[in-house]
């Protein structure tokens, strides 16, 4: 059983920036893949970022593209999420996952393993 902690959330202003943080409790952590997603209050749980095994590919949904980055760290077990040029409409609950595959996928349903979440808002 892998256990995902994140951290890193907050209240920020418009166009303020957070750093996202996903520790892993799991050894071969560079085993799997790692994605990123948020749910606001009343609607679904939506894609963010995701990276493969190694970091030598990401995908961003689109209404986060050039403002956030996913990285990850296999030597400390952690993914993180940068987010920059932060908005209203980015106010949501992110949760980490971790997918037991080398390469990453773009729906919650294909992950294995998630996070409890931190919290993000945004005020205007």
């Known amino acids: 059983q892998v256990q995902l902690v994140e951290s890193g959330g907050g209240l920020v202003q418009t166009g303020g920036s957070l750093r996202l943080s996903c520790a892993a409790s799991?050894?071969?952590?560079?085993?799997?893949?790692m994605g990123w997603f948020r749910q606001a209050p009343g609607k679904e749980r939506d894609f963010v970022a995701a990276?493969?095994?190694?970091?030598?590919?990401?995908y961003y949904a689109d209404s986060v593209k050039g403002r956030f980055t996913i990285s990850r760290d296999n030597a400390r077990n952690t993914v993180y999420l940068q987010m920059n040029s932060l908005k209203p409409d980015d106010t949501a609950h992110y949760y980490c996952?971790?997918?037991?595959?080398?390469?990453?996928?773009?729906?919650?349903?294909?992950?294995?393993?998630w996070g409890q979440g931190t919290q993000v808002t945004v005020s205007s």
């Open positions: 990276i493969n095994w190694n970091g030598g590919s990401t």
């Open positions: 996952a971790a997918r037991r595959n080398y390469m990453y996928a773009l729906t919650p349903g294909q992950y294995n393993y």
């Open positions: 799991e050894p071969a952590f560079s085993h799997y893949a």
